[in-house]
């Protein structure tokens, strides 16, 4: 049996997710189950009436948890009945032969993790569009938003870490490596999903900038590789620390020599050209946005106290 487990939160367009995937589950030969956790309180009860072939969890997130995704995750992968679990998020709208495509290394190749990809609704692209998982054969980590694997790695890695709001998937992922299985890219396994606005994908670069310093707090054998694979994780973060400090000594420097000292906040803000050629396709003004407000919530999380 596949269980497909999708979590939720005051999002109506659940409703065609649901849609959707139910569509291309009834195609499939094998038995199905589809499970939704929902912590919105009832407020999306006319879609679970409109889906009455759908397991509905309502979920009360623990006291004190602001952020529920990966209670729900483990709360809906131990209700599941399947062999395979699938995920996707509400708010996803599978394109055509996308289960058949992500559970093709599983049945046929005996992988034990694959991960599809995610892209923004044809002409409203996003940030965080994954066509580079199309470039490798396996991946070094992934989201849960398109993703299958069997039971037996979820309790083999002990399920998705509560203690985290954002970043618990791709926790999850570094630890299914560290187990030692694989996880398959299926770059044909395809969804879109709407990122939102400006403001919501700036809300989101904050989030998962504090996930990833995170995620580099609890997986300190990782850090050795964090300058060569992901240096936005250190640059923005420290440059946005020297801001300040630039800006203290050209003060400093303007009163003692006058209008000279405004050259170096200009080099300073100088610097960003460099990542702004290198992501001119992408859009520069919405590039470097994102990536300063990812820098910024890097910096909330360094300068967080870890709870005991």
Not at 151 to 168: L, M
Request: net charge neutral; aromatic share 8%.
């Amino acid at each position: 049996m596949i269980s497909f487990v999708i979590i939720s939160k005051d999002e109506p367009e659940l409703d065609g997710t649901l849609t959707a995937v139910a569509g291309q589950a009834a195609q499939d030969d094998e038995g199905h189950e589809i499970i939704v956790v929902d912590a919105s309180a009832g407020r999306l009860d006319r879609i679970a009436a409109a889906h009455p072939g759908v397991r509905w969890l309502d979920f009360s997130p623990p006291e004190g948890v602001r952020v529920s995704i990966p209670h729900q995750r483990n709360a809906g992968v131990r209700a599941a009945a399947g062999d395979t679990i699938v995920f996707t998020d509400a708010g996803c709208r599978p394109l055509e032969n996308w289960l058949e495509n992500l559970l093709a290394p599983l049945r046929m190749d005996g992988e034990d993790v694959v991960a599809g990809v995610a892209v923004g609704p044809e002409g409203r692209d996003g940030l965080y569009d994954q066509g580079a998982l199309q470039a490798a054969d396996y991946l070094d980590e992934c989201p849960t938003i398109n993703l299958a694997f069997r039971r037996t790695v979820f309790d083999k890695v002990g399920g998705f870490d509560e203690t985290f709001e954002y970043g618990s998937d791709v926790d999850f992922s570094w630890r299914v490596l560290d187990a030692g299985y694989r996880v398959r890219s299926a770059p044909d396994a395809v969804v879109t999903h709407d990122w939102g606005d400006r403001r919501r994908q700036a809300r989101r670069s904050f989030a998962y900038g504090k996930a990833r310093a995170r995620l580099y707090r609890k997986h300190r054998a990782r850090r050795a590789r964090l300058l060569r694979a992901e240096p936005m994780v250190i640059v923005y973060p420290v440059y946005l620390l020297g801001l300040p400090v630039v800006l203290v000594a050209s003060a400093a420097l303007t009163a003692a020599l006058g209008p000279v000292g405004l050259l170096l906040p200009l080099g300073y803000l100088a610097l960003l050209l460099v990542p702004a050629w290198r992501n001119r396709g992408n859009g520069v003004g919405r590039v470097l946005l994102d990536h300063l407000v990812y820098g910024a919530g890097a910096l909330a999380e360094v300068f967080r106290r870890p709870s005991r």
